[in-house]
């Protein structure tokens, strides 16, 4: 299957709904990145990416930032290959970053097999608490300790 750029906001929530990806795969979280980062979102075999690009001052090329995707699913290696295309061709970006919303070596194996190489630290934390903010602010405290 083809890459499909996705306009709607409305189809392209549908899908990352759909999907259970993380917020920062979200049209919303694109909207917050706007003012400094281009958001391009498409389609590879109906799983929703958002690519977020970037200008690098001086030289005018661009590079690709994917925050906390992929993770949660096992994705053929045609899907890396189709990514990979359409950020050099299409895109013209120089380099493309991926932050998996995983910590699986499995993924991380897939990517090193298909000549992906490690970055060596992150942009996102790999860590994160998930904090209900309904409760009252002593309950909220005590899980921090």
Known sequence: MAIVLIENKEEYTRSWVKND?????SWQWGEVKSPAWRA???????YPVTIFTKQIPVIH?????????????SLEDDFYEKLSNF????????HLIIECDSTSDEKLNQLL?????????????????IIDLKHGEDQVLSKMS
Do not use: C, D
Not at 61 to 73: C, Q, T, V
Not at 113 to 129: M, S, Y
């Open 87 to 94: 950020a050099k061709n299409e895109l013209k970006l120089t």
């Open 113 to 129: 097999k298909l000549k992906w190489k490690k970055n060596g630290h992150t942009i996102q934390p790999q860590n994160t608490n």
């Open 61 to 73: 090329k661009s590079f690709g930032y994917i925050p906390r995707a992929l993770g949660r699913l």
């Open 21 to 25: 990806l993380n917020f920062m795969q």
């Open 40 to 46: 391009v979102r498409i389609s590879i075999n109906n």
